[in-house]
């Protein structure tokens, strides 16, 4: 029986070379690909994969939340998370959202179909450069996995994750409430909640905290340095 | 017309993903992948490609200093630099022009413009296209 994966990137080139490899593989098989968070819970309830493998900097739902609800409609969701970084706080979220697998896109290639295989085997998988982080961390905090609300997150609810993020990716409180299906006197009131129990006093507020915790991600430009020509050897 | 690429990114998987847009098209072929900008102004010099697609952000020598020297070093080989990068803004785009690439694509929106962007370096046409906005050729 094949192995059914489910992809969610926002970025098509992503979702093209993770089907490329993953395809290699006989016996496995992409049953779909969702280019945000929302349509992957949509997807995933449909096509009930084996595997989910969901980028963590999606738009609209990012890769932890998209994880949670998963698991939430469905414990049984085997999820891996795909992600740029690899710092204490995410590989924590992402344990903590439930995810049974890290991989970081920089080693995709050579990891993501050890990740897969682990899954299958009910193994969890960390890329090996986070390996020592993870077991560090757990021995000597003695970390529990939660499957609820995240430890840095203990006052917002899931939805008022969702409508955090959608602000803080720029939408206007009439925006969110289409993207939600709510009125917008909803999402007003789900902002002002919001503001209240984190006692910000603007979107500016909203995005650093949104920034700070891995609800949106965001990428920084290179420093440009205007050199004289450097020397290869 | 045969086009002969090289591709320059610091993630693999999207190495890949760029090679099986790429390779779809009859007559171009990806002559060789770099990891940072350092191997590619390595494999510019040894694969002679048409066109380096090439990203921004990548560890050791970023995409921008790879195309200055590139260009600097390349003169009058007709090669062209296409950036294929996250950073959707216009401030980076101008820089990347000014470094001398011929184009300029986001990755959110490779998939619809990566043929036509190539294709126009290839021709040595500019190309631009950030994801809000339509392309620009000429």
């Known amino acids: 029986m094949k192995v059914r994966i489910l992809l969610a990137d926002d970025h098509e080139i992503v979702r093209r070379g993770l089907c ?5 593989h006989e016996g496995w098989e992409v049953c779909g690909e969702a280019s945000d968070g929302r349509e992957a819970v949509e997807m995933a309830k449909h096509l009930k994969p084996d595997v989910v493998i969901v980028d963590i900097g999606m738009p609209h739902l990012n890769g932890l939340d998209t994880t949670r609800q998963l698991l939430q409609h469905d ?5 891996i998370v795909l992600t740029i970084t690899d710092s204490d706080q995410v590989i924590r979220e992402a344990l903590d959202a439930g995810a049974r697998g890290f991989v970081l896109k920089s080693d995709a290639a050579r990891d993501l179909v050890s990740a897969v295989e682990a899954l299958q085997s009910k193994r969890m998988f960390f890329t090996p450069r986070v390996n020592d982080l993870v077991l560090a961390g757990f021995l000597e905090k003695g970390h529990a ?3 609820n609300e995240p430890p840095n997150l203990p006052t917002l609810t899931a939805r008022e994750r969702e409508v955090t993020q959608l602000l803080a990716e720029g939408k206007s409180s009439k925006e969110v409430a289409t993207v939600l299906n709510l009125s917008t006197k909803t999402v007003e009131t789900h902002r002002s909640n919001i503001m209240r129990k984190l006692s910000l006093h603007s979107i500016r507020d909203l995005v650093v905290y949104a920034i700070k915790n891995n609800i949106i991600q965001i990428q920084m430009p290179p420093r ?10 | 017309m045969p086009v002969r690429i090289l591709l320059v990114d610091d993630h693999p998987i999207v190495r890949q993903g760029l090679r099986t847009l790429l390779e779809g098209r009859s007559g171009w072929e990806v002559v060789g992948e770099a990891s940072d900008g350092i191997e590619a102004l390595d494999k510019v010099q040894t694969l002679q490609p048409d066109v380096v697609v090439l990203d921004v952000t ?17 003169k009058t080989s007709g090669l062209e630099v296409l950036f294929v990068t996250q950073h959707d803004s216009p401030q980076m785009m101008r820089e990347a022009l000014d470094a001398g690439a011929r184009g300029y694509v986001v990755k959110s929106n490779a998939a619809r413009d990566l043929l036509e ?9 500019v190309f631009t296209a950030l994801a809000r906005s339509p392309h620009a050729s000429c």
């Open chain 1, 20 to 24: 490329s490899l993953l395809q290699k």
């Open chain 1, 75 to 79: 414990p049984q969701f085997k999820v």
């Open chain 1, 145 to 147: 996995i939660s499957r």
């Open chain 1, 224 to 233: 440009i340095h205007r050199t004289e020509e450097t020397t290869v050897a």
């Open chain 2, 58 to 74: 990548m560890p050791g020598m970023n995409g921008l200093e790879a195309c200055r020297l590139i260009q600097r070093r390349q």
């Open chain 2, 117 to 125: 962007a190539v294709e126009a370096v290839s021709q040595h046409r």
